[in-house]
């Protein structure tokens, strides 16, 4: 048999006790996976580490998982805010599973004025972010932060969590001589919509205090494509990659 599917629980693990199951999440071990009682199972919380189980039906739609043994200890993501202006609905899943799997700690859409949608269903955001979990063995989810406007995140923003801002006219090309500069600690990366920022918007933004303008080099990129590039530089440099 293929190797355990893994789901995303909400309740605790411990190894002691059954943890019960979302009616989707039964739906799908039994009637997509085609598990039967006794099939293993791999659950994780986000806090406790990622367990081995066994499924137990009871019914034809409902199940649990048996909890047994840890199989790994928890381990946390490098604190990063992934910041973006959003896009179109099937891109917007895109750039969720993507930060997600890069191990970004936290989803913020920022609304822009060149932004193309302002409407974000954060719900879908999350199940993106959990489905991108799951099958990717990440443990833990990102949170998914509420829209708000540049301005707002700008305002309200912590001064001490050093923000990378993707700019074109950044005064140091060469992006990783940009980012080893910065000091460990909090970091935000923040995407701009696909008709760029406004002159005003990147204007303040590089009066912002503790922000780094970096570029992502010579050539054109759309908005999803250059988040997961800043990602991976981010990481490279700064994350849980060195």
Not at 79 to 94: G, S, T, V
Not at 97 to 106: N, V, Y
Not at 194 to 200: I, K, M, P, R
Request: one cysteine or more.
């Amino acid at each position: 048999m293929s190797k355990p599917p893994r789901l995303y629980v909400d309740a605790p693990l411990s190894g002691a006790g059954p943890v019960p199951l979302a009616q989707e999440q039964a739906h799908y071990l039994l009637t997509v996976m085609r598990r039967s009682d006794g099939d293993a199972v791999l659950l994780f919380n986000g806090r406790d580490g990622e367990w081995l189980g066994e499924v137990r039906r009871r019914g034809k739609r409902d199940a649990l998982v048996e909890v047994s043994a840890r199989t790994r200890e928890q381990s946390s993501p490098v604190d990063l805010h992934y910041c973006f202006a959003p896009i179109k609905k099937a891109r917007l899943d895109f750039i969720a599973q993507k930060a997600t799997e890069l191990g970004a700690s936290e989803l913020h859409p920022v609304i822009t004025r060149h932004t193309i949608t302002e409407r974000v269903k954060t719900d879908r955001l999350r199940a993106n972010a959990v489905e991108a979990a799951e099958q990717c063995g990440v443990l833990w989810v990102p949170d998914v932060a509420e829209p708000v406007s540049l301005e707002g995140f700008l305002a309200d923003r912590d001064p001490l969590r050093t923000l990378v801002f993707c700019d074109e006219a950044a005064p140091v090309q060469d992006p990783i001589a940009a980012l080893k500069a910065v000091q460990p600690g909090p970091l935000a990366v923040l995407i701009g919509p696909e008709g760029g920022f406004s002159e005003e918007e990147a204007q303040a933004l590089r009066a912002s205090v503790n922000v780094v303008a970096i570029s992502l080099g010579p050539r054109v990129m759309r908005a999803d494509t250059a988040g997961i590039a800043a990602l991976t530089l981010i990481q490279a440099v700064l994350g849980d990659w060195t």
